[in-house]
């Protein structure tokens, strides 16, 4: 059950992707997270198909946003930084990030699987 709350993210699969020769920035993303700051509409649900990005989105929110991390220089040359809001965001944020992607253990409902994640984040 992978998951961290402002642990120092040293590496991750989005820095990896981010310098691949056909990578994707999808960093626009980031700027429509920060326009729902503090908001009513502060909380999103992002959902794709299978196989569409969603982890490797969900590692570039973390980077960008975890107050441990320093990744300035990695979003310097993607799209956010040529927002308004890039700086003002920028690793000022406390982070959880929880990953699903293990399923239960065996003789484990999901009830269980889901109860022992509000139990670790209580």
Request: glycine share 0%.
């Amino acid at each position: 059950m992978p998951y961290f709350l402002n642990t120092p993210i040293t590496n991750n699969a989005f820095t990896e992707v981010a310098n691949y020769k056909y990578f994707v920035d999808k960093s626009k993303l980031i700027e429509k997270l920060n326009e729902n700051i503090k908001t009513p509409s502060k909380y999103i649900c992002i959902t794709r198909p299978r196989r569409f990005g969603k982890t490797i989105n969900a590692m570039m929110l973390a980077c960008y946003y975890s107050k441990n991390a320093d990744f300035k220089k990695l979003f310097d040359k993607l799209e956010i930084s040529k927002r308004s809001s890039y700086l003002e965001h920028l690793n000022k944020h406390n982070v959880v990030y929880m990953t699903m992607n293990e399923p239960p253990k065996p003789n484990c409902s999901y009830e269980e699987f889901i109860e022992n994640y509000i139990k670790d984040l209580a």
